[in-house]
T-cell receptor
Framework: KAGVTQTPRYLIKTRGQQVTLSCSPI?????VSWYQQTPGQGLQFLFE???????NKGNFPGRFSGRQFSNSRSEMNVSTLELGDSALYLC?????????????FGPGTRLTVT | QKEVEQNSGPLSVPEGAIASLNCTYS??????FFWYRQYSGKSPELIMF????GDKEDGRFTAQLNKASQYVSLLIRDSQPSDSATYLC??????????FGTGTQLKVEL
């Protein structure tokens, strides 16, 4: 079974621009979560989508948004980029229903804002 | 108080020794607990999870959970240089949200 895929793997943007990152979950997984990872803050939860609806949200400004499509693929968007948005953005998918719902991560998108 | 706390390390152990990684959490309602390994420049990889008090073994790895003490640990037996990585503890609490600790860096020395 193919794992979680994320595109693009690397991005360089300038301050003020916007960016869209994409995530395709493991086949059959309907929950997709997004995280930001920086050396100083560790893994910070952005939001979780399930069945095209945002189910959970972390403490990030409204510049960070996301959506999920009917095929469970998800995108996240960051508008008006700031230098502090430079980070590794990770997507994780999990199954739903009964069970533990362990999350599996994609390879990440490394965003550099200059 | 952070929701999930881990000692950042580095924790250095000699090859062949047992590495013990610890994690405490604040939400008493937490239901399931996960250990991830993350190599430098890579994404986290799930090692194992535990949800009942006691020990759970998987190969060289043993997860231990004590809900009364709000404590979860990971033991790595016969540590190898390839085990050198950052180990992330994650806790699923109310609302189904997964919260991560900042990770413990493990160094296995020859």
């Amino acid at each position: 079974k193919a794992g979680v895929t994320q595109t693009p793997r690397y991005l360089i943007k300038t301050r003020g621009q916007q960016v869209t990152l994409s995530c395709s979950p493991i086949s059959g997984h309907r929950s997709v979560s997004w995280y930001q990872q920086t050396p100083g803050q560790g893994l910070q939860f952005l939001f979780e989508y399930f069945s095209e609806t945002q189910r959970n949200k972390g403490n990030f400004p409204g510049r960070f948004s996301g959506r999920q499509f009917s095929n469970s693929r998800s995108e996240m968007n960051v508008s008006t980029l700031e230098l502090g948005d430079s980070a590794l953005y990770l997507c994780a998918s999990s199954s739903t229903g009964t069970g533990i719902h362990e999350q599996y991560f994609g390879p990440g998108t490394r965003l550099t804002v200059t | 108080q952070k929701e999930v706390e881990q000692n950042s390390g580095p924790l250095s152990v000699p090859e062949g020794a047992i590495a013990s990684l610890n994690c405490t959490y604040s939400d008493r309602g937490s239901q399931s607990f996960f250990w991830y390994r993350q190599y430098s420049g890579k994404s986290p990889e799930l090692i194992m999870f535990i949800y009942s008090n006691g020990d759970k073994e998987d190969g060289r790895f043993t997860a231990q959970l004590n809900k009364a003490s709000q404590y979860v640990s990971l033991l790595i037996r016969d540590s190898q240089p390839s085990d050198s990585a950052t180990y992330l503890c994650a806790v699923r609490g109310g609302g189904n949200k997964l919260t991560f600790g900042t990770g413990t860096q493990l160094k296995v020395e020859l």
